[in-house]
């Protein structure tokens, strides 16, 4: 567009009169991008409620209490706010800017080049807002965004962008909105309570004395179906410059937190006037080990199931793994591997075999029980299976060979055979890959079927092993993709339905058949990978059959929430058997429970007590 010189002027003189009357809830607008961004703004009134290291944070002196609205705003300048002092009320003139650090982040507003910034009075009161004191200010539950059609987790995934739709915000529904909503003001936080462990740098997600969803018996948040936990808050560096500790644990109870409301690194936070103090933990200090043990016949058979975290013969954590399998799980019968590296590690060098790490294993759990298990597994093509490279990592099996071995008459596969189903129902490998050559496993783990049975070849199962690829390229839940970007979910998708549809082969010839299917599938039940896995196959989520309560649903924690990315299912045979106490199922929180020092996996491992008589 061309304007004439005079058209020209008389708009200038009217951007520059309606601008130099901003107030700062004008400046933010009701949206998520300021109307003025990139626009110069004069005399912007404001008091100073807090300094950090880049900058400081003005107030309104005239409130909007639109619940839209932030009253406050970061001023971004190393030197502007070196002669100012909390209290202080000044005006100044300063270029409105989006700012963030990545394009998959959501934008903060902020006024940038500030000038004749000037003092009008000091000793001003500054009082922070509470949050969930009263309606307008109680963080949403559920949602996040408006742009994610009520599933964080729904597909298509990155269908629309916070940025480009600029949605105006309801924080009564959404939680991004709500803390956008807050954006620069100053906060306090009542009894907050630590829902997650401590990142690298120290921070922390909490909520507050506000209502909260999904609340389990540690205190945590659990992700469940339609809510993911927006309630809950990021604690980020402290203002002051101390650090906030690092042996924060799960449910601790914290000192009140005053500090800014912000947006850096994909994620809404406060950063707090200074550290975080722990006044309380959680009873008992540490969990409690698994009640089941094994009835050594087939009306009590444990299953454990466990993701060990690259382990290697030489990682120094593996006596604390042989620990948790002997004290925590009970040396069950059967143990479903995951993350079994090769013998050296994450050497490079063509090794693939994991006998040694295996027996190194067997030989701790031997050491610290007398108990005496057998392992089988098979090797994947090097550097074919993902994970960490050269680590090899693939599933494996620990047995006891006292009580079961893998029915006979079956070789073991190759890396590259895929296992068939053969009249009987029997496996053509014991045990043997399922479509190891299908695109689907590119760069992943492939599943481990087996077949078993007790000593006197009467009662038989079959088990599959299971490590679907990770969630590795997601975008954060808070970030600017909506919905987020749930990395690899195509790939789980094809691997579900490539593995169900082989066990589905099995129900087919054998509707009574028993199996277990277990193993880290990363992802959540509740998400399309994981319902095609149970449709297709028709297994049964041993979470559910065992009536577990949905909050205690948890074996991570990823940002904010306690979640479930391991599980196990079982066919329709077996949880029939729950009215007898056949079906028994706990998750054992040895490591989400414990500090980040003090945890052996990021991963917690399971137990079950199943009735797989026939
Ligand atoms: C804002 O002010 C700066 C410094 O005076 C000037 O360089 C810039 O062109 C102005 N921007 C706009 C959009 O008026
Ligand atoms: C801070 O105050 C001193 C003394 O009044 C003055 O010389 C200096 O220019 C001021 N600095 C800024 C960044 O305003
Ligand atoms: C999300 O979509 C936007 C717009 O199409 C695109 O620029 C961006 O790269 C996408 N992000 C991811 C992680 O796919
Ligand atoms: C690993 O052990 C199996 C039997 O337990 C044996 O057949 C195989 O040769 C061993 N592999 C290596 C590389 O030693
Ligand atoms: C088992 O215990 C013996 C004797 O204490 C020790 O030498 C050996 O290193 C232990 N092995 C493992 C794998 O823990
Ligand atoms: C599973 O894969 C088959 C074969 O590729 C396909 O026909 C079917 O639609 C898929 N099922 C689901 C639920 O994705």
Redesign the pocket.
């Known amino acids: 567009m061309k304007f004439s010189p005079l058209v020209a002027s008389v708009y200038a003189a009217l951007q520059l009169s309606l601008s130099s009357a901003l107030t700062i809830s004008e400046i933010n607008g009701h949206k998520y991008l300021s109307p003025y961004a990139?626009?110069?703004v004069t005399a912007v009134k404001g008091l100073v409620t807090a300094k950090g290291p880049s900058g400081f944070w003005i107030k309104s002196t005239t409130l909007d209490l639109d619940p839209r609205s932030s009253n406050s705003i970061y001023v971004f300048s190393s030197s502007a706010g070196r002669n100012l002092t909390v209290g202080d009320i000044i005006t100044l003139d300063a270029?409105v800017l989006e700012y963030r650090s990545s394009s998959a982040y959501i934008y903060l507003t902020e006024l940038t080049?500030p000038?004749n910034v000037v003092r009008i009075s000091s000793g001003n009161k500054v009082t922070p807002i509470v949050i969930g004191e009263w309606l307008l200010k109680w963080p949403p539950t559920e949602q996040f965004s408006s742009l994610d059609n009520w599933d964080v987790f729904g597909l298509p995934n990155n269908a629309s962008q916070l940025s480009v739709k600029n949605p105006s915000l309801n924080p009564l529904i959404y939680g991004l909105d709500f803390w956008e909503s807050l954006s620069g003001e100053l906060v306090t936080v009542k009894r907050p309570k630590a829902v997650a462990k401590p990142s690298s740098f120290g921070d922390t997600w909490v909520t507050g004395s506000w209502r909260v969803s999904g609340r389990n018996k540690r205190g945590g948040l659990t992700s469940t179906d339609r809510d993911s936990n927006p309630e809950a808050i990021l604690i980020g560096s402290p203002l002051d410059g101390t650090p906030n500790p690092k042996t924060t644990r799960l449910g601790d109870d914290l000192a009140e937190i005053t500090g800014i409301v912000t947006q850096a690194f994909g994620y809404y936070r406060i950063l707090p006037l200074t550290a975080l103090s722990v006044t309380g933990s959680q009873s008992p200090d540490v969990a409690p080990v698994t009640t089941f043990t094994s009835g050594g016949s087939c009306s009590k058979l444990t299953i454990g199931s466990y993701n060990v975290e690259n382990l290697t013969p030489k990682s120094s954590y593996l006596p604390s793994i042989a620990s948790h399998i002997v004290n925590y799980l009970k040396t069950p019968d059967l143990v479903f591997l995951q993350e079994i590296q090769d013998d050296n590690g994450a050497t490079n060098n063509g090794v693939v075999s994991s006998n040694l790490t295996l027996s190194t294993l067997i030989a701790s759990i031997y050491n610290q029980s007398g108990t005496t298990y057998a392992y089988t597994y098979i090797s994947p093509i090097n550097l074919a299976d993902g994970g960490e490279p050269g680590g090899n990592i693939r599933v494996a099996y620990l047995y006891k060979p006292t009580l079961l071995r893998l029915s006979p008459g079956a070789q073991i596969g190759g890396s590259l055979d895929a296992n068939v189903v053969l009249p009987g129902p029997s496996l053509q490998y014991n045990p043997g890959r399922i479509e190891p050559s299908n695109a689907a496993w590119t760069a992943s783990r492939k599943p481990l079927a087996a077949q078993w049975e007790t000593l006197d070849g009467k009662n038989k199962f079959f088990t599959v092993n299971v490590h679907f690829g990770s969630k590795g390229g997601s975008s954060s839940i808070e970030g600017d993709y909506r919905p987020p970007v749930n990395g690899g979910i195509e790939d789980r998708e094809a691997q579900a339905n490539v593995t169900a549809t082989f066990i589905s082969r099995i129900l087919a010839l054998d509707p009574s058949a028993r199996i277990i299917a277990s193993g880290d599938f990363n992802e959540f039940a509740f998400v399309s990978p994981i319902e095609t896995f149970q449709s297709i196959s028709k297994l049964q989520d041993l979470d559910v059959v065992a009536g577990i309560p949905e909050v205690e649903r948890y074996s991570y924690l990823f940002d904010m929430n306690c979640q479930e990315l391991d599980h196990m299912f079982v066919s329709p045979a077996i949880a029939k058997k729950k009215g007898r106490g056949g079906v028994e199922f706990e998750h054992v929180h040895v490591n989400t429970w414990s500090s980040v020092a003090g945890q052996i996996s990021d991963h917690d491992p399971a137990v079950a007590r199943l009735d797989l008589c026939q």
């Open positions: 990139g626009q110069n270029t080049t000038s």
